[in-house]
């Protein structure tokens, strides 16, 4: 019984990682839409902040929707997939700003 539960958890697993990037695809483009004119002047901490702040109703309205086209899922299991996509959006969007902020200021220095 421990190698079927063993193998149904990494199923389960794999399931949420597809759904996730699915998800993370979805959300990526209006939450960095969203946050990008904010978020040029501020620090870091305050830049994932506010991307973690205004990424939470954009993750809960797709993952809802992921739930409704995947009804066999579990609570567990959406539960699960709310934070993972939520913590990977926050940090592929902030992770971008930066970048870009770095770039812009280097190259205002540069000029």
Not at 15 to 27: P, S, T
Not at 82 to 109: F, G, I, K, P
């Amino acid at each position: 019984m421990g190698l079927l539960r063993f193998l149904a958890d990494v199923r389960a697993t794999q399931i949420v990682d597809e759904l996730c990037q699915q998800a993370v695809r979805q959300v990526y483009g209006s939450l960095r839409e969203s946050c990008e004119s904010r978020v040029r002047q501020m620090s870091h901490a305050e830049t994932r902040g506010y991307v973690w702040a205004k990424a939470r109703p954009l993750v809960s309205r797709e993952v809802s929707a992921i739930a409704v086209a995947h009804p066999t899922l579990g609570q567990q299991i959406v539960d699960m997939l709310c934070e993972r996509t939520h913590d990977r959006v926050v940090r592929n969007v902030v992770s971008d700003l930066m970048r870009e902020n770095a770039q812009r200021t280097h190259r205002r220095r540069a000029a």
